[in-house]
């Protein structure tokens, strides 16, 4: 079964507008990453918080991460048309090991 | 660094037909990785190669399905016979463990759009 749920599925909002999107777990993790996902593209790595942080910065991006209520959020900022694609939340967990993807939110930005 | 490459980019074949999926990884990255996605099912996991040795392959649907890795820079993911079902996009990823403390973040290709009539 999938690790990450995001939500919502989709998401539509004007540009210059904020974006959140969240995703929760099922058991413990080392990190959570993001991951954007243009039209006929591959996913492209956004992010990454380890379970010891709370809030991570990237540019227009803010990560929150809640390990006490297994969850995560994605907050873009002042969204441009560019921002239109789907976004994934992958957990890791403890050594190395493989992701688990969720289903994505699709983010839709209008000009 | 060109990235993962991935092709061919789209494949249209007819059912029974074999059909081979070819990935060379960023250089130096010791994790290979197969991904099919569809709307149905979403993003699932195949099979993991480690310097070259599968090492998970619980993901594989079916025995139709196999995938092989013999050199650091090549992978191939085969489908013999091919069946309409198995139309998807197939990602190929990879990625670095530096040893403690390190990230699993993995790198994608473009993927090749299959599909089968």
């Known amino acids: 079964s999938q690790q990450g749920e995001e939500d919502p599925q989709a998401l539509s909002i004007q540009e210059g507008e904020n974006a959140t999107m969240n995703c929760s777990y099922k058991t413990s993790i080392n990190n959570l990453q993001w991951y954007r996902q243009n039209s006929g593209r591959g996913l492209v790595h956004l992010i990454l918080i380890r379970s010891n942080e709370r809030e991570k910065h990237s540019g227009r991006l803010r990560v929150t991460l809640d390990t006490s209520k297994k969850s995560s959020s994605l907050l873009i900022t002042a969204s441009r048309a560019a921002d239109t694609a789907s976004y994934f939340c992958?957990?890791?967990?403890?050594?190395?090991?493989?992701?688990?993807f969720g289903k994505g939110t699709m983010l839709l930005v209008s000009p | 660094d060109a990235g993962v490459i991935q092709s061919p980019r789209h494949e249209v074949t007819e059912m029974g037909q074999e059909v081979t999926l070819r990935c060379k990884p960023i250089?130096?990255?010791?994790?290979l990785f197969w991904y099919r996605q569809t709307m149905m099912r979403g993003l699932e996991l195949l099979i993991y190669f480690n310097n070259n040795v599968p090492i998970d392959d619980s993901g594989m649907p079916e025995d139709r399905f196999s995938a092989k890795m013999p050199n650091a820079s090549f992978s191939t993911l085969k489908i013999q016979p091919s069946e309409p079902r198995d139309s998807a996009v197939y990602f190929c990823?990879?990625?670095?463990?530096?040893?403690?403390?390190?990230?699993?973040?993995?790198?994608f290709g473009p993927g090749t759009r299959l599909t089968v009539l």
């Open positions: 990823a990879s990625s670095f463990f530096g040893g403690a403390g390190s990230t699993d973040t993995q790198y």
């Open positions: 992958a957990t890791g967990g403890s050594g190395y090991s493989t992701l688990t």
């Open positions: 250089s130096g990255h010791d994790y």
